[in-house]
């Protein structure tokens, strides 16, 4: 395991720890998508990256823009809505956005493909061996954006790899129930280069990228990365369904009685379409403790037992980013009435 790769993903994982233990807090509004299971795709990939490369993102933008190293304490000040956050405190943790790194993040969903091209044309037209990056998720390639951008990128030939996180679902949808073929399989019938890795083997999402972002500088045609990932911490924070598959005979009968309680009553919903919201939940619920149960399901634990070799050098980046993080907690909430220690 190479330390800096842990590192990366310790610093995502982190980051993303202390936004929820906020946004659990209140004192960041709305909802809260983040990339918990996505660490070692993030580290793998952005890594590669150098000066003057772009970065296209999603919802789940928290780690990439970790790994890219924009600034701690920027990032959180956007989250809690303050003016001098990464987006002047109006854009949120969706729509995140750094010049200097020309990086940035899009809640609609599919967005990120067409934005990445437009940075690998930049690129192209501007900035010799420069590439760029786009991440989305399985379900966002079902927009027709995304599709006009697996075509457009390959007749011009863009220096664009797209890193598709494949977790097999879209918040309820699964995405084999509404997608035609693999998003591989698609990618390649454009003509771009593919590749699949394990998205929780860091060394083999480093191994994969490093291939596929040599080749674009020199100028081949454009690459997409399947990396296969579990969603370990449901579609967003709070998620019902991570709450029932984890007590499923507190939360879990809860809310199984009130969508079953939509059939019965007086205008409720039809019998047919809440067992197929039952069955849907099912298959969720059973995704999500099966992904819980299955030790191997967490990419850092992975990374960390890598690390076991040399317990030192595991040691000493677990305490320098744990300072990390407090630090950039202390400085983003020193107007926070409450602050670090409530
Ligand atoms: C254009 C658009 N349609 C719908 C949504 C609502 N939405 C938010 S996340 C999401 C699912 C996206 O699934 P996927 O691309 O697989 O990413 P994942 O959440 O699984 O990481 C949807 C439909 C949206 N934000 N934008």
């Not at 989305?136 to 996180?165: F, Y």
């Not at 007086?266 to 939940?281: A, F, P, S």
Request: hydrophobic share 45%; charged share 25%; glycine share 12%.
């Amino acid at each position: 395991m190479h330390p800096d790769l842990y590192r990366q993903m310790l610093r995502a994982r982190a980051y993303e720890v202390a936004v929820a233990d906020l946004w659990r807090r209140g004192l960041i509004s709305g909802e809260m998508h983040l990339g918990t299971g996505e660490e070692a795709v993030a580290a793998g990939v952005v890594t590669h990256l150098r000066d003057g490369d772009g970065l296209a993102l999603a919802h789940r933008c928290s780690p990439p823009l970790v790994v890219r190293g924009v600034p701690l304490v920027r990032m959180l000040r956007e989250l809690l809505g303050k003016p001098d956050g990464l987006g002047h405190g109006r854009a949120g943790h969706m729509h995140l956005f750094s010049r200097e790194h020309l990086a940035g993040s899009s809640g609609v969903v599919g967005a990120s493909l067409p934005m990445g091209a437009g940075l690998a044309l930049a690129a192209s037209r501007l900035r010799p061996r420069r590439i760029a990056v786009a991440f989305t998720g399985d379900g966002a390639l079902n927009q027709g954006m995304a599709l006009e951008t697996l075509n457009l990128a390959v007749a011009w030939n863009l220096p664009l790899l797209v890193v598709c996180i494949d977790n097999r679902w879209a918040i309820a949808t699964r995405s084999a129930d509404v997608s035609g073929g693999e998003p591989g399989e698609r990618a390649a019938a454009f003509g771009w280069q593919t590749a699949r890795v394990d998205g929780r083997d860091v060394l083999a999402v480093h191994a994969a990228a490093q291939t596929l972002i040599g080749r674009l500088r020199k100028g081949r045609k454009p690459a997409f990365l399947l990396a296969t990932c579990p969603r370990l911490d449901g579609h967003f924070l709070g998620d019902p369904m991570l709450r029932m598959a984890r007590q499923p005979l507190t939360d879990g009968r809860e809310l199984l009685g009130e969508v079953a309680g939509a059939a019965t009553r007086k205008g409720g919903d039809l019998l047919r379409r809440v067992g197929g919201v039952l069955r849907m939940t099912r298959l969720l619920v059973q995704a999500r403790a099966g992904a819980e149960r299955d030790g191997r399901g967490d990419p850092l634990q992975q990374a960390r037992d890598a690390m076991a070799r040399d317990p030192e050098v595991r040691d000493r980046i677990e305490h320098e980013v744990h300072d990390e993080i407090a630090s950039a907690l202390e400085a983003a909430l020193i107007d926070t009435p409450g602050g670090v220690d409530a």
